[in-house]
């Protein structure tokens, strides 16, 4: 059976140190050779200056500050000291690449860098959030919303809905209709009085109604 070993004050080892069961230590740790635990890491803080750092299966490490020359592999669970008080990282000694093939679960997520998301057509987004800001191109009049076979459903707008380019003239192209040589209907309505006017494309030609698209 392991027993576990408890340190009383700070410790410093400068060989590989094996612990098969728990380790618990009062003050600040450094390990500058292999470290291998069987049961859980428990120290105010540690760091490792080798490149042999594990924990077993079995074991988690419990710190307020971990820190390392060297990689620190894991294949129990890493855990802070308390809750949504401690950081990966920092504003002056940040990591290059976060790898998680899983499920990153954040409060807050602010990226000061260019972003993309999915690495494929077949990937999807969804937000179930609401956007707070505008939306804005990158590039004048070389982005588009939606696409042929990939349209939106239907779009809201309250202000205006204004459409130009570097071209003499713009065009608003819409297809579909309710009958047989019909083109797609616009639906303008009167605010005050609710009155609504009905412009669509039949044989050719432009018509107008104040009932329907008939």
């Given at each position: 059976?392991?027993t576990p070993v408890s340190v009383?004050?700070?410790?410093?080892?400068?060989?590989?140190?094996?612990?098969?069961?728990?380790?618990?230590?009062?003050?600040?740790?450094?390990?500058?050779?292999?470290?291998?635990?069987?049961?859980?890491?428990?120290?105010?803080?540690?760091?490792?200056?080798?490149?042999?750092?594990?924990?077993?299966?079995?074991?988690?490490?419990?710190?307020?500050?971990?820190?390392?020359?060297?990689?620190?592999?894991?294949?129990?669970?890493?855990?802070?000291?308390?809750?949504?008080?401690?950081?990966?990282?920092?504003?002056?000694?940040?990591?290059?690449?976060?790898?998680?093939?899983?499920?990153?679960?954040?409060?807050?997520?602010?990226?000061?860098?260019?972003?993309?998301?999915?690495?494929?057509?077949?990937?999807?987004?969804?937000?179930?959030?609401?956007?707070?800001?505008?939306?804005?191109?990158?590039?004048?009049?070389?982005?588009?919303?939606?696409?042929?076979?990939?349209?939106?459903?239907?779009?809201?707008?309250?202000?205006?809905?204004?459409?130009?380019?570097?071209?003499?003239?713009?065009?608003?192209?819409?297809?579909?209709?309710?009958?047989?040589?019909?083109?797609?209907?616009?639906?303008?309505?009167?605010?005050?009085?609710?009155?609504?006017?009905?412009?669509?494309?039949?044989?050719?030609?432009?018509?107008?109604?104040?009932?329907?698209?008939?």
């Amino acid at each position: 059976m392991a027993t576990p070993v408890s340190v009383k004050q700070g410790l410093s080892v400068f060989g590989a140190i094996a612990v098969l069961g728990a380790l618990t230590i009062a003050g600040s740790v450094i390990f500058r050779g292999a470290l291998s635990v069987g049961g859980a890491i428990t120290a105010p803080s540690i760091t490792v200056t080798s490149t042999g750092f594990s924990v077993n299966s079995s074991g988690t490490i419990f710190t307020v500050g971990l820190k390392t020359t060297g990689n620190v592999t894991s294949t129990g669970n890493i855990y802070p000291a308390s809750n949504n008080a401690a950081d990966i990282g920092g504003s002056a000694a940040a990591f290059k690449d976060v790898y998680s093939s899983g499920t990153s679960r954040l409060g807050a997520l602010s990226n000061d860098g260019n972003t993309t998301l999915g690495d494929s057509s077949a990937d999807t987004l969804t937000l179930n959030a609401q956007i707070a800001s505008s939306i804005t191109p990158s590039t004048n009049n070389a982005r588009a919303i939606g696409a042929f076979g990939n349209a939106w459903s239907s779009l809201f707008a309250s202000g205006t809905i204004k459409l130009g380019g570097s071209a003499a003239t713009s065009s608003i192209d819409m297809s579909g209709g309710t009958g047989a040589g019909k083109g797609s209907c616009i639906k303008m309505t009167d605010s005050a009085t609710a009155a609504a006017l009905y412009l669509y494309v039949a044989g050719g030609q432009f018509v107008t109604s104040t009932t329907s698209c008939l």
